[in-house]
């Protein structure tokens, strides 16, 4: 004879979020301070310094400056950042809230600190507040289909 039980899993609401892991540009905010401060003296020229130079199949020099590196790092970051503010969770408002800190500290030190008046730092500024506008509004996209109408 075979046994016709079927077994129902309880109903478990699914786990969301995970981690707490603090906002990622922060590193390019950090690296930037570090090395302009530390190696440029405070000039925001010496990011237009060339790093390294590599010919190209057509014939032309392309060169990579410490600018162009550094706005490489910040867009990685972002990169992970979009994808981190899908997340819904308790953490997630408080990574919002950090991401809002941080694009705070972008604005403050673009507008008063000599260092940071460089399109790098500009850049990396507008970066920030793209991070702040696409969690919030990934949230919100998001909450608003976890609630269900019966």
């Known amino acids: 004879m075979t046994d016709n039980t079927v077994f129902i899993p309880p109903e478990r609401r699914a786990v969301r979020g995970g981690a707490f892991i603090p906002p990622l540009l922060i590193v390019p905010l950090v690296a930037y301070n570090f ?38 790092i910040g867009l990685v970051c972002l990169f992970f950042e979009v994808i981190k ?19 705070v500290v972008f604005l403050v030190e673009f507008l008063l600190v000599g260092a ?12 920030a507040i793209v991070d702040v506008v696409a969690g919030f ?13 019966n």
């Open 85 to 103: 503010s899908t997340n819904t969770g308790r953490n997630s408002v408080i990574e919002h809230m950090l991401s809002v800190v941080v694009f």
């Open 35 to 72: 090395f302009a401060f530390l190696f440029m003296g405070g000039n925001p020229a010496g990011w237009s310094q060339q790093l390294l130079t590599i010919p190209m199949v057509s014939g032309v020099q392309w060169s990579l400056t410490s600018g162009d590196l550094m706005l490489v």
């Open 116 to 127: 940071a008046a460089s399109s790098v730092f500009f850049i990396l500024m507008m970066m």
């Open 137 to 149: 509004t990934v949230s919100i996209t998001g909450a608003g289909r976890d609630v269900s109408m």
